[in-house]
Structures are given as C-alpha cells and as structure tokens.
C-alpha cells in the first residue's frame, strides 16, 4: 500500500480543491475536502513543487460538510461542490476570484462583491453535454479525465431533459461522440449530436424533439424538428442554433442582465461595442439603451442567430470575425467607443484582442468572465493600459460546481 500523509487543509484553490501543505512544505490539492479539515492522503501525482491527495480518512470534518446528493458524486467530474453547503460555496467563490486578482493581477485589495447565488442549485442547466464510453454508453466525463461514467441522471439538468436522458439510445458503432441536451422555451427539446463521421447517423424519435448531426467538417443536418430552439430571457424569445452558445442558467442570466444596465453609463448617444456577442443576448436589452452598437461574433451559426434575433434594431450592426481582427478593422475605420461590454471563452482575450480593444480606448469596460483566472491576467494587462478595476461581482451561473462567472467594472483613467 503506497505511504498516506496527514494534511490540515486550509484554503480554496481555484478549481475545486482545498489546499494544504505536506511536511516538506509542498502545496497539496485535495478534491472533496474543504478547507478547516484534517485529513488523510494518498499522493495522486507527485512533482517537485507540488502534489495532489485522495482522501482516505476524514480526521475532522469541517462544520459547512454535508451530504453529496448524486450517487456518481466523485466519480463524475461535472460537480466539485456537492459536499459544501450552498452558502459556503458562494462565499469560497468570493474567496477564489479574490485570491486570484490578488496573485495572478497584482491588486492589492480588489473590491469583490459577494456572490450573487442562483435561485436554483439544482436542476438549473438548461443545457447538459454527454459523451459516449467505449461500449456505446451515455455519461460524462470522470474528474481530469477523457474516461466516461456511463449516467442515467444528472441533478443539476433541468427536468425535461432528466426525463430524456434515460431514453437515450445510440446504436453501438454510430459514429456520435457527443450529445448535447438542451431544453428551451415551452420545454422544447434540441439534441445536437456530434460526430467523426461525414454523414449522419441513422435516427429515430418516439419523442417530440428536434435533433441535429454535426459532423468534422461543421456540416449540420437537422434529423428531426428544427435546427434551432426558442430561448425566453426576461420576456424576449432568442434564437439558438444547435452550435451556438447559450447561457446555461437563465435565472442568473437574468441578473447579469440587470447588472449591466444598472451600471454601465448608458445614453441614446453612447457607441458601445460588445465583443463575443454570441447569439445576441446582452445586445438586445443594451441596443435599445445606446445610439449605436457594434457587435464581434466568430461563430457562423450565432451570427446567423444574431440577425435574427436583432432585426429590430437599425443602430447595430454585426462582425463576423475573431475580435483581434475586427478590432484593427474598427481601429482604421475610427470607431471610437464609449463602452465596451466583452464575454469571452475562458480562454480570455488573446494578446492581440486585448491590445486592439485598449487601442480604442473606451472610458468603460464590462468584462464578463467564466474564469477568474484568466480575467486576472487580462486585468493586469488592461491595469498597464491606464484601466482600474472599479468593481467585480460573482454570479453562481454554475451551483455545486467550481466555476465561477463574474462581471467587472474597468474605468480608463487617462
Ligand atoms: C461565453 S460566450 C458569450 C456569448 C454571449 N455574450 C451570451 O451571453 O450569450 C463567448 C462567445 O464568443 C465567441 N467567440 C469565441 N472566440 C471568439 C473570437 N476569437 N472572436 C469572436 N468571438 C469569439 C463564441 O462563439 C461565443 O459565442
């Protein structure tokens, strides 16, 4: 049996593990502990300047512990935070885009708010992604792993796609390596299937559905219904194509919605330029705040969505572009924007998207960011350039899990 350590956890790492130190001085990363606890570990990896543990013995519990709801609990990697009470997960999550501002952006005492919590901690995914095992299974994807745990439910789905899942059935040899689930307006059903096939696979529905194969290439065929749902979002009905991008928790969707319009400066005659706009869903409540907007979108089907969504609308138009690149096409047309409102990938803004968007020099910036990480490093950048972090907030779009969204405030200084 290989040798266990007795460790005192002391902090949140970003990521979903408690941290702790081994006797040589080595930060160790623990999964399903918390910080406050002693515990035992076996060394999961081994590096010269740090390690990770499996606990083997809780030795003193810590008070916020309770009792993980999902049996797959620690098996599948989607959840990190079963085993904290909600309110303990909202305030780590403080903690962690603290920390992270603190070590990674070099502020000193950044104003973090506390954390907006989401109204539902379970069943509030209006969109889940499943992969398929090896023996043609549905499930999801084991903790740092490509494995797959074959899964009948998942607690944090919303209802009508809880009662799909189990329905679901691939024929063994389909091709299909990956289902996406996603539930919209009237509890309308959308399944995207994707595969390393150029054709799609044989499909049959005993269901009312709509389903879509999207193959290597970004070829979709729609195999039943239609290749996009409706989504309601404060009263307004969007647009989604299967491959386009959609917050996942509406209700908190909903107040990171209310957070931009209550404090960006917006006026009928502000330029506001939203990059990573995706199908549209911040344009269409700011557009109708401001005298013109300019939206940067990569994505074919969400541009498409897009157009759709905001047709209303003649003061916006659309970029369908990387955002580095639209941002020197705006630069040599003279756009001069009052407000920028970004939401990137969690890969955050690449150097060159960053410097364009400092070229243009707008007195305010809305970063809205899934990884506190990445933020960090972009808001040291953007600190250079002359930007100050007014405020951030953190909304749980994501309960039981590590993930974090925030939206910061920047303010030019010069
Ligand atoms: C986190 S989503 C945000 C979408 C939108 N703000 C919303 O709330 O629905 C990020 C979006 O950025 C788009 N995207 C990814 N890389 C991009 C790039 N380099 N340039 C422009 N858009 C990009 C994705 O297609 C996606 O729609």
């Not at 219904?225 to 917050?247: N, T, Y």
């Not at 509406?250 to 199908?279: F, K, N, W």
């Not at 600190?383 to 993930?403: N, S």
Request: hydrophobic share 45%; glycine share 8%.
């Amino acid at each position: 049996m290989s040798e266990t350590y007795e460790v005192q956890l002391t902090t949140w790492a970003y990521g979903g593990e408690a941290l702790g130190r081994l006797e040589d001085g080595r930060a160790v990363f623990v999964p399903l502990a918390l910080p406050g606890e002693r515990v035992r570990v076996r060394l999961t990896e081994d590096k010269p300047r740090y390690a990770r543990g499996e606990v083997t013995a809780l030795l003193e519990a810590a008070a916020d512990r309770v009792a993980p709801r999902c049996p797959l609990y620690g098996r599948c990697g989607g959840c990190h935070y079963q085993h904290v009470a909600y309110a303990a997960q909202l305030t780590a999550k403080r903690a962690i885009v603290r920390d992270q501002l603190v070590r990674i952006g070099k502020f000193p005492d950044p104003a973090v708010a506390p954390t907006v919590p989401s109204p539902a901690v379970w069943g509030y995914r209006n969109h889940i992604q499943m992969h398929l095992s090896p023996e043609g299974r549905l499930g999801f994807r084991a903790p740092r792993s490509a494995e797959v745990v074959p899964a009948e439910d998942c607690l944090l789905a919303a209802q009508p796609l809880r009662d799909l899942i189990p329905h679901l059935v691939l024929e063994a040899g389909s091709g299909v390596e990956r289902v996406h689930l996603r539930v919209g307006a009237g509890d309308e059903v959308l399944l995207w299937l994707r595969g390393q096939r150029p054709a799609p696979p044989a499909f049959q529905v005993d269901f009312p559905l709509s389903a879509v194969y999207t193959n290597p290439e970004g070829a979709a065929f729609v195999l039943a219904g239609r290749g996009f749902l409706p989504m309601e979002v404060k009263g307004k009905v969007f647009r989604v194509s299967a491959a386009s991008f959609f917050q996942v928790n509406l209700a908190v969707a909903e107040a990171m919605i209310d957070h931009l319009l209550e404090h960006l400066p917006l006026t009928p005659r502000a330029r506001l330029l939203e990059l990573y706009s995706g199908v549209g869903l911040f344009s269409a409540f700011l557009a109708p705040q401001v005298g013109e907007l300019v939206a940067v979108e990569s994505s074919p089907e969400a541009c498409y969505d897009f157009g759709a969504n905001l047709d209303a609308f003649d003061h916006v138009a659309l970029y369908e572009a990387p955002a580095a690149m639209a941002l020197e096409h705006l630069a040599a047309q003279g756009f001069q924007p009052d407000v920028a409102v970004l939401d990137p990938p969690r890969s955050g803004l690449s150097r060159a998207a960053l410097d364009g968007l400092m070229a243009l020099a707008p007195a305010m910036v809305a970063y809205v960011s899934c990884d506190p990480a990445t933020l960090a490093r972009d808001g040291r950048r953007m600190a250079r350039h002359g930007y100050r972090l007014v405020h951030i907030t953190p909304f749980d779009m994501f309960p039981q899990t590590y993930h974090i969204e925030t939206i910061s405030l920047w303010e030019r200084r010069r």
